[in-house]
């Protein structure tokens, strides 16, 4: 949460038997140097896209745990041929104990199916979290050619499994060369080594705007309960499922990449008792929504979208009494509010399977654009992409959510403020593109109109910031009428109304939630 108000105002190589691993880009390491430009191509340089694979194999505990063993030497492999020609003993030696550990899944009856899904690994359908952060820069190989898939079947021998090393360890160059990689894949005629190309699945559906609020409560109502779980088992010091974060946040991205207005409407929703559980919710949904306007790559979203929800889980480890006390903070109180970011991300850091992306998020938000934020890193660096997307999102639901120590800021104030701020504590960009997905007044904003009228914003406007859709529920004299929809945006339909000001809905009494079924 922001805390403006309240102020004075890499895992080792698995493959350690092939040549050292080429350091990981900034974006993934936290260390960023780069420019913007530079480092978003190095976020987006995955293709998002979702392997078309299947799997009913079950697969045992033991399998399970080996197929760590099968993606170091999958890896090594990769390593080894970058260095030598397939015909070299070390690559062939890389090859023979591949297949050692390939040949014990297929004695027990089973191939050996991986998939490369969205920045994560998969044996058939179950994640292997621990291996996804492990073998980072192989998910990155593999997706980079299109092989969203890598399946061993049984019959596989040693000689086959070495003619399928130009494939098993190619990379874009040799793809290209080839004429793509099913002209690749064709070439070595290797039958029990079958890659996946990677497809586009769209889900093709329809669905009414009631029905797309109710996936998107369901949505929402699930990342407020891992919010709460996350609570109990930091404060009984148990660990925390990496896979359950991810999961939340998986129907989160797809919400709001599919459904992103009646997910923006939601993070309106406030709950003063809830506050902290609310605000992560929301600051996740508005970082999302704000991160799908720069990319959809998937697995930066994913990875935003976990830093996002997470980003104060600090304060988890912080006596409720300082984090909701009416008055200003002690000095000695203040400086145990501004740990709350190092808290957060050294309890991340111990959780298997989390991007070290989101680590960083947690780490940063409170830094600041100008990096005159708290905590502060020496050498100075820029913050990541991610960071910044998430201090924009936090801030502006700080703003506008009632507190113990503040009361709650209008819609259009706390986007003016945004403003006045871009440049020192926001990255200017960033803010234009928030206020531009928002609009001025954001959904669930409760308006006065020029007309004398009341209504509530329903969405922002596709053309123009000052004037997004409404629905009008009360005429000029304050007389509640049958609600009806105005686009702000088209001069005839709305007969020339303008927006004047937001409105308390809080103070009026009203129930914006009563308007919006």
Avoid at 96 to 121: N, Q, S
Avoid at 178 to 204: F, R
Avoid at 230 to 258: C, H, P, Y
Wanted: include cysteine; aromatic fraction near 6%.
């Amino acid at each position: 949460m922001s805390d403006e108000t309240k102020e004075p105002d890499s895992p080792s190589d698995p493959a350690s038997a092939a040549p050292p691993e080429e350091p990981l880009p900034a974006w993934a390491t936290g260390e960023a140097t780069q420019p913007a430009s530079e480092s978003f191509e190095d976020v987006v340089s995955a293709p998002g896209f979702v392997p078309d694979v299947r799997s009913t194999a079950t697969f045992s505990s033991k399998q399970i745990e080996r197929a760590r063993d099968v993606l170091t030497r999958l890896y090594a492999v990769r390593r080894t041929v970058r260095f030598y020609p397939p015909e070299h003993p070390a690559a062939r030696d890389a090859v023979r104990t591949l297949h050692e550990v390939l040949a014990k899944y297929h004695a027990e009856g089973v191939d050996v199916p991986l998939a490369f899904f969205e920045g994560e690994i998969f044996l058939g359908e179950r994640f292997l979290p621990e291996e996804s952060v492990l073998f980072d820069q192989l998910i990155r190989d593999m997706t980079a050619i299109g092989a969203g898939s890598l399946t061993f079947v049984r019959g596989l021998s040693v000689a086959e499994l070495e003619r399928a090393v130009p494939v098993i360890g190619a990379d874009t160059m040799d793809v290209a060369a080839a004429g793509g990689l099913d002209k690749l894949i064709a070439a070595v005629g290797a039958s029990h080594v079958v890659v996946g190309a990677v497809t586009v699945v769209e889900a093709q559906r329809k669905t009414s705007q009631i029905e797309d609020r109710e996936i998107a409560k369901q949505a929402y109502g699930g990342a407020l309960e891992l919010m709460r779980e996350l609570e109990r088992v930091i404060k009984t010091n148990q660990a925390v499922s990496s896979s359950q974060v991810k999961g939340v946040v998986r129907s989160l991205v797809d919400n709001v990449l599919n459904n992103r207005y009646a997910m923006l409407e939601l993070t309106g929703l406030k709950n003063y008792d809830e506050y902290t559980f609310y605000h992560s919710v929301n600051v996740a949904i508005l970082s999302l929504a704000l991160g799908s306007t720069v990319t959809q790559d998937y697995r930066f979203l994913s990875s935003l979208g976990v830093g996002a929800l997470m980003h104060d889980i600090g304060k988890l480890s912080i006596d409720l009494a300082i984090l909701n006390k009416p008055g200003s903070l002690t000095s000695e109180e203040w400086a145990l509010v501004r740990q709350h970011p190092v808290y957060g991300a050294e309890a991340a850091a111990t959780m298997p399977g989390l991007d070290r992306a989101s680590i960083v998020v947690i780490l940063e938000h409170h830094m600041r654009h100008d990096l005159s934020g708290y905590p502060q890193r020496v050498p100075m660096r820029r913050m990541h992409l991610s960071s910044r997307i998430v201090s924009v999102a936090d801030a502006y639901d700080a703003m506008t959510s009632r507190r113990s120590y503040s009361a709650a800021r209008l819609q259009d104030e706390g986007m003016s403020l945004l403003a006045k701020n871009a440049g020192t504590a926001f990255d200017p960009a960033l803010v234009r593109l928030f206020i531009t997905l928002m609009g001025v007044y954001p959904p669930r904003s409760v308006v006065r109109l020029e007309t004398g009228e009341t209504g509530v914003v329903l969405g922002a406007g596709e053309a123009d910031a000052l004037r997004p859709k409404v629905r009008v529920i009360a005429d000029a004299a304050g007389t509640m009428v049958e609600p009806f929809d105005v686009d702000l945006a088209d001069p005839v339909a709305s007969r020339g109304r303008q927006i004047a000001r937001c409105l308390d809905s809080e103070g009026m009494n009203v129930d914006v939630e009563d308007f919006l079924q």
